[in-house]
T-cell receptor
């Protein structure tokens, strides 16, 4: 069975600071990994995805994530936070194209 | 840019009533999904649909739920005899063979 654990339900950073949102996964098959963002009262928007190509994945809005098989991790980073990055972020795993299994989500707050 | 469309955006229904949530997936996608997000909780997989039949369903998706693709464009989720605990945001998603799921804006279902 697949599962995702997001460490930290709430992360707060200052504007301009590094954003690091942690995600660890468990999968019995080579996983596909995703990060989605959800703004208040909106749907889920794909930030980036890993599908067994390059281990460092670049996404939209300056976010990137690195797949580390040895650590079963797929942490999301952004060098400099912007106020508009405040949202809920979900890490998800799938078995190469099927259903998505989501983590609990991390709410990112950005302080001026 | 193609998008997944869900209607209505908000549905209020009385306990025990039946509701139908509607989705128009992206036209060339082959896989369709329904997910649920109870307020403050993670997004949960309900059901996947491919080639006009259910391909996978979760434990949540019991006899109270059904899905249908009544024509070439719509994908519906029917919830019979609604309960208070069915109150949630319901997301429809669709994907092509490469597995990137595109989500709709969601339908907020409130059971009173």
């Amino acid at each position: 069975a697949q599962s995702v654990t997001q460490l930290g339900s709430h992360v707060s950073v200052s504007e301009g600071a590094l954003v690091l949102l942690r995600c660890n996964y468990s999968s019995s098959v080579p996983p596909y990994l995703f990060w989605y963002v959800q703004y208040p009262n909106q749907g889920l928007q794909l930030l980036l995805k890993y599908t067994s190509a390059a281990t460092l994945v670049k996404g939209i809005n300056g976010f990137e994530a690195e797949f580390k098989k040895s650590e079963t991790s797929f942490h999301l980073t952004k060098p400099s936070a912007h106020m508009s990055d405040a949202a809920e972020y979900f890490c998800a795993v799938s078995d190469q194209g099927g259903k998505l299994i989501f983590g609990q989500g991390t709410e990112l707050s950005v302080k001026p | 840019e193609p998008e997944v469309t869900q209607t209505p955006s908000h549905q209020v229904t009385q306990m025990g009533q039946e509701v139908i949530l509607r989705c128009v997936p992206i036209s060339n996608h082959l896989y369709f999904y329904w997910y649920r997000q109870i307020l403050g909780q993670k997004v949960e997989f309900l059901v996947s649909f491919y080639n006009n039949e259910i391909s996978e369903k979760s434990e949540i998706f019991d006899d109270q739920f059904s899905v249908e693709r009544p024509d070439g464009s719509n994908f519906t989720l029917k919830i019979r005899s609604t309960k208070l605990e069915d109150s949630a945001m319901y997301f429809c998603a669709s994907s092509d063979v490469f597995g990137e799921a595109f989500f709709g804006q969601g339908t907020r279902l409130t059971v009173v």
